[in-house]
Structure formats: structure tokens, C-alpha cells
């Protein structure tokens, strides 16, 4: 089916970019970096190279595979008196959720860094129980710097832990129920689905499939170690998947999925090339950024709820490398369509394949969207034959996709409802955060997380509302349904000054990026949304390249600026200056958005900006005079 009658994009949205606009003085971005035509190899073409068939493994395949199943040396340096970790056990310490950083304000000459702790939590679907929250809470006012952050695969992230403190963390979050196992590392990462609790349609289902899909993707040996380090052992503390998922797991030990070591029979010794991400939705709801992930899932239902089988995409990722030209964003292309008793053991088999073919030898070429990109989505197919032996069908039809964020009141169940809160950039802090704990205390809430970085707040009864919206309001919630139209779908990473790749400002400039774009929106007497994402790095947390206006940090107070991405996330930006100072975000931005007002008619900016040649929006960039 084309992408029109799926109603979600493919990696057709890819156009070859003849040319990108010279912006003076300023460098346009390099038209490979997005250009990504799918490979035709020869018939005889092998596979590239991993760590099976490599004749020199890497010194990192070399560091996953002596670790004793990612233990060691973090096992070791936990028992020192130093601040921080070597960097062989930071490696490992990944994949336990945790990156070590320092806190560059505090840097000074001569001096030791202030060494520091980032924690992410592994929360499918963004479930929060109010034990784990309340506890996570405690956690960051205790041995954190006092704040929460939504991540945008909806997770918590603590920042500020002392190395010290670690085991404390971790072991008391594992404890309240939670973990932080593959949160990061080269493994699969945080299962995402819509947040909303809604009992309705397929959303029941896809939540269900996002647990399985976690519990499918935990490691074995690994999930040991895990407990021998944070939790001294406890047993009690293993995942317990469904018996379900237990007889698609037991297949890990068969034919091409089964690695050869039979402690970690999917993944192996040396675990998987890269990340891995995989997410969960119903049709018509992209809030999760479907194309972006290794695997996206639409899941289908029949009238009552019953799951069919999935629409299933693959090959998207956002990370990127600043002049590096054989790195670059991509969107998913379309693989078919699952019956749904196949479902798990399609993403068991996709890993697999990723695991054997995926590039061990460069890391910026590890991803799956560099195999599929180079070898194309036919020979994809075909390999997968030898790991997966069920049908894939044609897609099925599907509604248009649409960001939704649940923002607002909203009814679970008779007598039951949820309240979507905003929560800019996703920081949890001050009142805000002490007026929450108050809350989920109080009515034993649970809480659920957005890949907009906003937080619900669920199983509310009816005759708790007007209490709840009292408090709500007390603390900055007063309209949580109709937050200010650019904050609304807007989403930046961490960057400064934590982020150890991060080369320029995101999050804590992001308040005044977007008061600055009201302002000349109000201006211009515009009155449409318009999506904007911002990043202190290439990298893509926040999944710039997605963006209607997406500002990818390039250097101490410039960022690329790149244009065309969709409100309901189906089609790639591209990329337009390299080097754009934050000063002239205005003089930049103000001829095009102003030929979008007069000439787009009911197009978003995006789907404007698209349908202009490149000659075209050349001409609409101002002259060099306010870039120095």
C-alpha cells in the first residue's frame, strides 16, 4: 500500500537534496546526511561486519563480551573510595540505566570535576505506580539534585547522584517496584505505547503488547547481574513475563534467533550492536514518534477489543553525527502486516537479525537503519525468512496519524477519570513537584508518562475531581487542557550543562526560544500551531528532525535549522543552515513563516515548506548580514 492509504509515512518520504540553501557565509548541511536511497546488493553480498565473522573484534565488542554479562569492572569500582567510574565500567554502567556525568558550570581549572550520576528508569508504556513515584520522589530530594525529569520515551530520569549513592538508588527504585535495566546501553531500550489509560478501541491491547514486548527483549543473564549488583542477589526482584511470553522466549534457544550462548540465548555475550528502540500504538495515534523507533507496532483489534495482528515498520532512528556523512536520520520503512500470535516472535527474530548483521565495527554505523538503508527493505525481508518463518501480509489501512497528547480531563471508566498535565521540556521541580507528591499521596494515584514529556495523572474518582482540580490549579495547573499553543507539542533534551555530548543550550533556553517565536508569530498575526523541537546536540533526543522547526545544536550558540517535518510526525525535515546563531532566529524564520501565512492556505508550515524548491525558500532566507 502507498503511504496515502496507510495514512502514516514510509521511507518514500526520503527525496534525494539537490540542493540546500546558501545561507552567505553560512554552510548548508551536507545533503547526504539525510539522503538515504535504499542499497541494491549484489547476490553474493555478506553480511556486514559483527563480531562472529569480524577478524579483529573492537576493544567495546571486546569489553561486552569479558564482562561476565555486564557485570565487571562495575562490580569492582562499586567497592572504591573514587568519585567516578573508569571508562570501560561507564560502558557497562549503560546498560544498567545509569551515565556518568559532570556538572560543566562547576568546572574550574585545576580542579577535579564534579562528578555526578544520571539514572533513567525502565517504565513501559510510561506506568508509574504511586509506590515507585512516591519513592522516586524521596529519592531525588535525598540523593538527587532535588528535581524529576520526563524523558521523551517516557521514563523518569534522576540527575545528581554521587557515585556513592548509587546502590541506594537503584536498589531502593527496585524495590518500590521499578527498575532501570536497559534503560541504555546497546540493548533494547524503553517499550514505548500511548500513555492514556484508556479502556476503549486497541489501546488495552497495545499496552499489553508493550509489556510483552519488554519483558520479550529483557536479558536473561544479564537481569542477574543486574540483581547480584543493586539489589545483592534478590531473586524476588526477576521480570515475571506471561506464560505467553514464556513459550515465544523459549524459542531464543532455536534455530537462527539462539545466539549460541545459552545463558543469554538472545542477545549473546557481546548483547546487541547499538540501541534498540521499539514502540506500540492503535492507528491513527503517533504520539509515541512511530517512525523514528527500530520497530513500531500498530496495533489492530477487532470491535471488542480482541488483538488481530500488526502493521509493523522498521528501520527508524534519529541519531546523527555533526560532518559525518554516512550517519543520518531516517524514518521506518513498511515492512506488512503480522497476525497478532506472531507478533512477539517477529520482534525476537528482528533482533536477531540486527544482532548477526548489524555493523560491530563502526559504532555510527551499528544501527539497524544503516542495515536496512544499505542493504534495502527486499533483502531485509528476505533474511528475515531465516529467522521467521510465519507470513507478512500487505499493511492494512489505517486512519491518518495525529500527535496526540491527552492533555486535559479525560474519562477512564464509569466514575473514573485521568487529567493530562503540560510540563514544559518535562523538568519536575519546586512546588510543582512538592504539590504532585502531595496529590498522588493523598488519592493513591498512579501516574503515566508522555513521549511529549508530559505527565497523566490516572484513576481519579468522580468525587475526587474538584478537589484534585483545586489543587492542580494551586500549583500552575490552573487549564491544563489548553497550554500556550507553541509549548503544547514543543520538546527539548537536557543538553548543558550535564550532558557530556551536548555542544550548545536546549533545555534551559528553551522557555524563551519559544517566547521569542510567540512573539513573532503574534507579529505576523498567526494564529496555527506550529512544532518545534529543540537539541544541544546531533544526536536527536528530542527527535529534532521530525520538527515542523528543528534547532540541532552545532557549536556554542548555533544550531542547524531544519525545515518540513509534519504536525502528526509522518515525514523528515531537512536540513537548511548548519550554522545558524540563536540571535537570528527571527530574521531567519520571518520570510518563510510569512509566505506560509499568505500563500499556504490550509497546509501546516511543514507541508508548506515542502512543497517549495529548494530555489525558493533560498530566496526567502535573509542576506548575511545578521550572522557573524
Given at each position: 500500500?502507498?503511504?496515502?492509504?496507510?495514512?502514516?509515512?514510509?521511507?518514500?518520504?526520503?527525496?534525494?537534496?539537490?540542493?540546500?540553501?546558501?545561507?552567505?557565509?553560512?554552510?548548508?548541511?551536507?545533503?547526504?546526511?539525510?539522503?538515504?536511497?535504499?542499497?541494491?546488493?549484489?547476490?553474493?553480498?555478506?553480511?556486514?561486519?559483527?563480531?562472529?565473522?569480524?577478524?579483529?573484534?573492537?576493544?567495546?565488542?571486546?569489553?561486552?563480551?569479558?564482562?561476565?554479562?555486564?557485570?565487571?569492572?562495575?562490580?569492582?569500582?562499586?567497592g572504591?573510595?573514587?568519585?567516578?567510574?573508569?571508562?570501560?565500567?561507564?560502558?557497562?554502567?549503560?546498560?544498567?540505566?545509569?551515565?556518568?556525568?559532570?556538572?560543566?558550570?562547576?568546572?574550574?581549572?585545576?580542579?577535579?570535576?564534579?562528578?555526578?550520576?544520571?539514572?533513567?528508569?525502565?517504565?513501559?508504556?510510561?506506568?508509574?505506580?504511586?509506590?515507585?513515584?512516591?519513592?522516586?520522589?524521596?529519592?531525588?530530594?535525598?540523593?538527587?539534585?532535588?528535581?524529576?525529569?520526563?524523558?521523551?520515551?517516557?521514563?523518569?530520569?534522576?540527575?545528581?547522584?554521587?557515585?556513592?549513592?548509587?546502590?541506594?538508588?537503584?536498589?531502593?527504585?527496585?524495590?518500590?517496584?521499578?527498575?532501570?535495566?536497559?534503560?541504555?546501553?546497546?540493548?533494547?531500550?524503553?517499550v514505548?505505547?500511548?500513555?492514556?489509560?484508556?479502556?476503549?478501541?486497541?489501546?488495552?491491547?497495545?499496552?499489553?503488547?508493550?509489556?510483552?514486548?519488554?519483558?520479550?527483549?529483557?536479558?536473561?543473564?544479564?537481569?542477574?547481574?543486574?540483581?547480584?549488583l543493586?539489589?545483592?542477589?534478590?531473586?524476588?526482584?526477576?521480570?515475571?513475563?506471561?506464560?505467553?511470553?514464556?513459550?515465544?522466549?523459549?524459542r531464543?534457544?532455536?534455530?537462527?534467533?539462539?545466539?549460541?550462548?545459552?545463558?543469554?540465548?538472545?542477545?549473546?555475550?557481546?548483547?546487541?550492536?547499538?540501541?534498540?528502540?521499539?514502540?506500540?500504538?492503535?492507528?491513527g495515534?503517533?504520539?509515541?514518534?512511530?517512525?523514528?523507533?527500530?520497530?513500531?507496532?500498530?496495533?489492530?483489534?477487532?470491535?471488542?477489543?480482541r488483538?488481530?495482528?500488526?502493521?509493523v515498520?522498521?528501520?527508524?532512528?534519529?541519531?546523527?553525527?555533526?560532518?559525518?556523512?554516512?550517519?543520518?536520520?531516517?524514518?521506518?520503512?513498511?515492512?506488512?502486516?503480522?497476525?497478532?500470535?506472531?507478533?512477539?516472535?517477529?520482534?525476537?527474530?528482528?533482533?536477531?537479525?540486527?544482532?548477526?548483521?548489524?555493523?560491530?565495527?563502526?559504532?555510527?554505523?551499528?544501527?539497524?537503519?544503516?542495515?536496512?538503508?544499505d542493504?534495502?527493505?527486499?533483502?531485509?525481508?528476505?533474511?528475515?525468512?531465516?529467522?521467521?518463518?510465519?507470513?507478512?501480509?500487505?499493511?492494512?489501512?489505517?486512519?491518518?496519524?495525529?500527535?496526540?497528547?491527552?492533555?486535559?480531563?479525560?474519562?477512564?471508566?464509569?466514575?473514573?477519570?485521568?487529567?493530562?498535565?503540560?510540563?514544559?521540556?518535562?523538568?519536575?521541580?519546586?512546588?510543582?513537584?512538592a504539590?504532585?507528591?502531595r496529590?498522588?499521596?493523598?488519592?493513591?494515584?498512579?501516574?503515566?508518562?508522555?513521549?511529549?514529556?508530559?505527565?497523566?495523572?490516572?484513576?481519579?474518582?468522580?468525587?475526587?475531581?474538584?478537589?484534585?482540580?483545586?489543587?492542580?490549579?494551586?500549583?500552575?495547573?490552573?487549564?491544563?487542557?489548553?497550554?500556550?499553543?507553541?509549548a503544547?507539542?514543543?520538546?527539548?533534551?537536557?543538553a548543558?550543562?550535564?550532558?557530556?555530548?551536548?555542544?550548545t543550550?536546549?533545555?534551559?533556553?528553551?522557555?524563551?526560544?519559544?517566547?521569542?517565536?510567540d512573539?513573532?508569530?503574534?507579529?505576523?498575526?498567526?494564529?496555527?500551531?506550529?512544532?518545534?523541537?529543540?537539541?544541544?546536540?546531533?544526536?536527536?533526543c528530542?527527535?529534532?528532525?521530525?520538527?515542523?522547526?528543528?534547532?540541532?545544536?552545532?557549536?556554542?550558540?548555533?544550531y542547524?535549522?531544519?525545515?518540513?517535518?509534519?504536525?502528526?510526525?509522518t515525514?523528515?525535515?531537512?536540513?537548511?543552515?548548519?550554522?545558524?546563531?540563536?540571535?537570528?532566529?527571527?530574521?531567519?524564520?520571518?520570510?518563510?513563516?510569512?509566505?506560509?501565512?499568505?500563500?499556504?492556505?490550509?497546509?501546516s508550515?511543514?507541508?508548506?515548506?515542502?512543497?517549495?524548491?529548494?530555489?525558493?525558500?533560498?530566496?526567502?532566507?535573509?542576506?548575511?548580514?545578521?550572522?557573524?
Open positions: 500500500m502507498s503511504t496515502t492509504e496507510t495514512g502514516i509515512g514510509s521511507s518514500q518520504v526520503y527525496k534525494s537534496l539537490r540542493r540546500v540553501s546558501r545561507f552567505a557565509t553560512v554552510r548548508p548541511v551536507s545533503c547526504a546526511a539525510v539522503t538515504v536511497t535504499a542499497g541494491k546488493p549484489s547476490a553474493d553480498a555478506g553480511p556486514f561486519p559483527s563480531l562472529a565473522n569480524a577478524t579483529e573484534p573492537t576493544k567495546f565488542e571486546q569489553l561486552k563480551s569479558a564482562s561476565g554479562h555486564l557485570k565487571e569492572p562495575l562490580l569492582t569500582e562499586l572504591n573510595e573514587l568519585p567516578n567510574f573508569s571508562d570501560n565500567a561507564v560502558q557497562i554502567l549503560k546498560f544498567h540505566g545509569s551515565y556518568q556525568q559532570d556538572n560543566r558550570d562547576n568546572r574550574q581549572k585545576g580542579q577535579d570535576k564534579d562528578w555526578q550520576m544520571m539514572l533513567r528508569l525502565r517504565s513501559p508504556a510510561g506506568r508509574i505506580p504511586t509506590g515507585l513515584y512516591l519513592a522516586m520522589d524521596d529519592l531525588a530530594d535525598r540523593l538527587g539534585n532535588g528535581t524529576l525529569r520526563v524523558t521523551t520515551r517516557q521514563a523518569f530520569q534522576m540527575h545528581g547522584i554521587r557515585k556513592q549513592h548509587l546502590k541506594e538508588v537503584i536498589g531502593t527504585i527496585v524495590r518500590s517496584m521499578g527498575s532501570t535495566l536497559a534503560a541504555c546501553g546497546d540493548i533494547n531500550r524503553n514505548m505505547a500511548p500513555a492514556a489509560p484508556f479502556q476503549k478501541g486497541a489501546y488495552p491491547a497495545a499496552r499489553q503488547l508493550a509489556d510483552s514486548v519488554a519483558d520479550l527483549l529483557t536479558p536473561e543473564a544479564a537481569e542477574g547481574s543486574y540483581l547480584d543493586w539489589v545483592d542477589g534478590e531473586l524476588a526482584y526477576r521480570i515475571k513475563p506471561s506464560n505467553p511470553v514464556k513459550r515465544v522466549k523459549a531464543q534457544h532455536e534455530g537462527a534467533v539462539f545466539s549460541g550462548d545459552a545463558s543469554e540465548p538472545l542477545y549473546g555475550g557481546t548483547y546487541l550492536p547499538r540501541k534498540f528502540k521499539v514502540a506500540v500504538t492503535v492507528p495515534d503517533n504520539s509515541v514518534d512511530l517512525l523514528t523507533q527500530d520497530i513500531g507496532l500498530v496495533q489492530f483489534c477487532d470491535p471488542n477489543g488483538p488481530l495482528g500488526c502493521n515498520y522498521v528501520g527508524g532512528g534519529m541519531g546523527r553525527t555533526h560532518n559525518k556523512d554516512e550517519t543520518f536520520a531516517r524514518v521506518a520503512d513498511p515492512l506488512g502486516y503480522v497476525a497478532q500470535e506472531h507478533v512477539l516472535d517477529l520482534v525476537q527474530s528482528i533482533a536477531a537479525l540486527q544482532r548477526d548483521h548489524g555493523d560491530r565495527q563502526q559504532r555510527r554505523h551499528s544501527r539497524m537503519k544503516y542495515l536496512i538503508h542493504r534495502g527493505i527486499a533483502w531485509f525481508n528476505q533474511e528475515l525468512t531465516r529467522y521467521f518463518p510465519h507470513p507478512i501480509k500487505p499493511l492494512r489501512r489505517q486512519p491518518k496519524a495525529k500527535l496526540e497528547d491527552y492533555l486535559g480531563w479525560h474519562r477512564i471508566a464509569a466514575g473514573q477519570w485521568f487529567v493530562g498535565l503540560p510540563l514544559l521540556c518535562g523538568r519536575l521541580a519546586g512546588e510543582q513537584k504539590g504532585l507528591r496529590l498522588v499521596e493523598t488519592y493513591q494515584l498512579e501516574l503515566r508518562l508522555t513521549p511529549n514529556q508530559d505527565i497523566l495523572l490516572c484513576n481519579i474518582g468522580t468525587q475526587q475531581r474538584a478537589s484534585v482540580r483545586d489543587e492542580l490549579a494551586a500549583i500552575g495547573f490552573a487549564a491544563p487542557e489548553a497550554p500556550p499553543l507553541l503544547r507539542h514543543a520538546i527539548a533534551c537536557p548543558l550543562p550535564l550532558c557530556g555530548l551536548a555542544v543550550e536546549a533545555e534551559r533556553i528553551f522557555p524563551e526560544v519559544l517566547e521569542r517565536l512573539v513573532l508569530l503574534r507579529r505576523l498575526a498567526i494564529e496555527r500551531p506550529l512544532l518545534v523541537r529543540m537539541t544541544g546536540c546531533p544526536n536527536g528530542a527527535r529534532p528532525y521530525m520538527a515542523e522547526v528543528g534547532l540541532v545544536g552545532s557549536g556554542p550558540n548555533q542547524q535549522l531544519w525545515l518540513g517535518g509534519t504536525p502528526n510526525l515525514q523528515l525535515a531537512r536540513p537548511y543552515l548548519e550554522k545558524m546563531p540563536l540571535e537570528a532566529l527571527e530574521p531567519t524564520l520571518e520570510p518563510l513563516l510569512q509566505a506560509w501565512h499568505q500563500g499556504g492556505g490550509r497546509r508550515f511543514g507541508e508548506f515548506i515542502s512543497s517549495l524548491e529548494p530555489h525558493s525558500i533560498e530566496a526567502l532566507l535573509p542576506n548575511a548580514s545578521v550572522v557573524s
